[in-house]
């Protein structure tokens, strides 16, 4: 198994800023896509963007042109930068690959709380 630790998170006013990153214990360079997502409270976990080894990235409509998806293969680590958070953003957010490999990588996640 590979341990991630997601942070940064925490409680914001809509339109504010947030970075979050995703350490991982063991290399993610060989994971081709890795991805970050939110579950909101009674809601089911969603994707909200991934990205290749190479960089190449693809968002969910809803934060489209708010939120950057960004790695370092070197630190095994990848990042979200949100901007313009909105209230419905709240949640607790993960990182895990794209697909998702729930069973070999796993992490307590970081809630994110947008104050309207």
């Known amino acids: 198994q590979v341990q991630l630790v997601e942070s940064g998170g925490g409680l914001v006013q809509a339109g504010g800023s947030l970075r979050l990153s995703c350490a991982a214990s063991?290399?993610?360079?060989?994971?081709?896509?890795m991805g970050w997502y939110r579950q909101a409270p009674g809601k089911q976990r969603e994707l909200v963007a991934h990205?290749?080894?190479?960089?190449?990235?693809n968002y969910a409509d809803s934060v489209k042109g708010r939120f950057a998806i960004s790695r370092d293969n070197a630190k095994n680590t990848v990042y979200l930068q949100m901007n313009s958070l909105k209230p419905e953003d709240t949640a607790v957010y993960y990182c895990?690959?794209?697909?998702?490999?729930?069973?070999?990588?796993w992490g307590q996640g970081t809630q994110v709380t947008v104050s309207s």
């Open positions: 063991g290399s993610i360079f060989s994971i081709n896509v």
């Open positions: 895990n690959p794209y697909p998702t490999n729930w069973d070999q990588y």
């Open positions: 990205i290749t080894r190479s960089g190449m990235t």
